[in-house]
């Protein structure tokens, strides 16, 4: 098949959905399909995977147009997004117009595939979890006993204050009251309105270098707030850390509830790192990697294009 993915690929660290273009890209193009660039006859398939103009994507007025003109272009559209999340108030009605041209509907968690039911979202879908490289994250082998002080990890490619920073800045403050117990490292960029003074901060990375960085830690924390599904919390636990993780993440719950404990407030952070600790083999045994890899994700995606594109 001819696809078009609507987005580009940014090297470096950009965020999840960078990363499943990426991903994507590699999984069409190993399976023999032919990939391209810009709107042009003979395109069998459209991903939509954000429906917004700027410079790295193909918007949904010139995908709409595009359809007029060649009805049997099927269009997949992935929704990995939510006004809930950034506290914005436009991003839900466009995926809700945008997605009347699609002819398939991937959500990323049931979380997310809930919501949009509730803003009226009433057409067939499907639900296809986020999986990341088991190649660059993956638990060190044979890890000896755990750090003292324990060493507690996050990481954010958004320095959105809804990615949990009133949490972080407890442990901030947990770290200072505690040096000897707790050690936190938050990798990518800090919030603004928070200085942190316990906290080691390590620029935006990606990749094999995040995942070797992520090594070194015992426990992953995320406090993000109404994440439609994330990456974070996968390369973590992908890492080999369990997770801590906090009621209202979301379709990060979803992911998390295996292998983390869950906190509705900071204040409770300190008794559930406490029983983690005491219980570490027995949270981190129950992480399934086979799940939470990048080629579980892929070929759930490629089955789904291969169906559509066999059903033309």
Known sequence: ?????????????????????????????????????SLQPGIDLIVLHDPRYDELGISIKEIASFKKHFPKTKVLHRINECDARKNTNEIDQLLLVSNQFADETVFISEWLQDYFTSKGHSRHSHVIYNGCNLSHFYPEKNKKARNNPLKIVTHHWSDNWMKGFDVYKYIDELCSKNPDKYQFTYIGRYAKEYKPKNTTIIPPTYGKALGDELRTHDIYVTASRWEPCGMHHIEGAASGLPVLYHKDGGGIVEGCKKHGLEFSSPEELPQLIDEMNNNYDNFSLKIDYSFLSFERCMKQYLDLIEKMGNNQ
């Open 1 to 37: 098949m001819k696809i078009l993915i609507n987005r580009k690929i940014v090297e470096g660290p950009y965020g999840g959905g960078n990363n499943f273009v990426k991903s994507l890209y590699t999984t069409l193009g190993s399976a023999g399909h032919e990939l391209v660039s």
